[in-house]
Every structure is written in structure tokens, then in C-alpha cells.
């Protein structure tokens, strides 16, 4: 006589519908863009009903800002686990945030597409600028975190805060990635971080005192 199967928990099942469906939005918004994705679009491709999709999540900017959360969780798992043998490192400040903010998204053109378009819709959308902002924060705190570590341990301090000298990474990581995405001869993936930001980083770093 075969086992009898014992039947899936609830919070189980619900956590694997809204995997699924995140798992699906992502490809539909990276096809048809955030405005011209519909719920029935999300839905369709993850394989549930419009049903599904509103007991999980309140809109599609719910959902966005929820695969947002969710990249930064695992990226901020991967900082704390990180922190302990990378402030020991010197040299490796830049390297490491890199990295991390390479794991973002396995698929870069995917991800930018999304990110750039939900970041045009909170530009004019109250609601999900607040909303898009305090995940940033999050994320750049942790970051913050991680080079005034390495930055301590290697012997050396930054003359400008370390949250601007963090904005300003990521603020050319993602301009270079766009370029990247554009012109991927001319512009190798990394090419410009790893070129320019030493060079930005020694003009703002000093041994300690």
C-alpha cells in the first residue's frame, strides 16, 4: 500500500505561488515593459489565476518593489557573511562591493530593464518613490557598513562620508552598465568601474592618522 501524501502547508504554498509568480513577472516586464505588462500577462505565465495574484500582492508595484526586496535580502545575507573575512582583506574595498552589486541580477539586461523602468514610474509616483527609496536605503546602508570596515582594517580612512563615496559607486555601476547593455564592444562589462573608480578611490582615501 503506497504512503498517503501528506498535503503541502499552507505557507508553503503560498510562499511557492509567490515565487512563481515573481519568477514570471520578471520575464513578462523584461519583455513588455512595467506599463505594458497586465496582471492577466503575469499571471498567465507563472500559471495561476488573477485570483493568485491578488491574494499575494496588492498591484503590480507591490510586486516589483517584492522582487526588489527580495534581491536585496539575499544581497544583504551575503554582506553580513562577508564582512568578517573581507575587513581583512586590504585592497579588496572595491572588489567587494563590485561583486556584490554584480550579484544583483544574473541577468544584467533583464534586471535594467526593470529597475530603469520602475525607477522612471517612482519619479512620478509618490508612493513608490517612498516605497523604491527605503529598499535603496537598506541596501546602501549595509554597504556603508561593509566599507567602513574594510576601510579600517586596511589601515586607511576616506576623506568624504562613506555613504556619498557608496552613491557614487553605484551611481557608476549603473550608468556604466547601461552603457555596457548599449555598446558591448566598446564597453566590456566592468570596464569602466574597474578603470575609473581606483582612480576616484585614491583621490579620496589617506593612510589613517
Known amino acids: 500500500m503506497e504512503p498517503t501524501k501528506r498535503p503541502e502547508p499552507a505557507k508553503r504554498r503560498r510562499s511557492n505561488t509567490r515565487a512563481r509568480l515573481l519568477a ?15 496582471v492577466e500577462d503575469i499571471c498567465e505565465r507563472a500559471g495561476f489565476t488573477r485570483g493568485a495574484f491578488y ?3 496588492g498591484s503590480k508595484d507591490e510586486l516589483v ?3 526588489f526586496q527580495a534581491t536585496t ?19 579588496s574595498l572595491l572588489d567587494a562591493v563590485l561583486s556584490l552589486l554584480d550579484e544583483t541580477a544574473p541577468d544584467q539586461r533583464q534586471w535594467h530593464l526593470i529597475s530603469a523602468e520602475f525607477t522612471l514610474h ?47 559607486v553605484i551611481a557608476v555601476h549603473e550608468g556604466a552598465r547601461s552603457q555596457s547593455l548599449l555598446e558591448p564592444r566598446e564597453v566590456p562589462a566592468g570596464s569602466l568601474e574597474h578603470t575609473f573608480l581606483p582612480m576616484v578611490l585614491e583621490a579620496v582615501s589617506r593612510p589613517s592618522r
Open 24 to 38: 514570471g513577472a520578471l520575464d513578462v516586464f523584461a519583455e513588455r515593459g512595467f506599463q505594458g505588462a497586465s
Open 55 to 57: 491574494s499575494n500582492f
Open 65 to 67: 518593489l517584492a522582487l
Open 73 to 91: 535580502d539575499r544581497l544583504l545575507e551575503q554582506i553580513e557573511a562577508l564582512l568578517p573575512e573581507l575587513a581583512n582583506q586590504p585592497g
Open 122 to 168: 517612482a519619479l512620478r509616483d509618490k508612493d513608490a518613490a517612498e516605497a523604491l527609496n527605503k529598499q535603496r536605503t537598506m541596501f546602501r546602508e549595509s554597504l556603508t557598513r561593509l566599507v567602513e570596515q574594510i576601510t579600517e582594517a586596511s589601515g586607511m580612512e576616506l576623506t568624504v562620508p562613506a555613504e556619498q563615496f557608496v552613491r557614487m
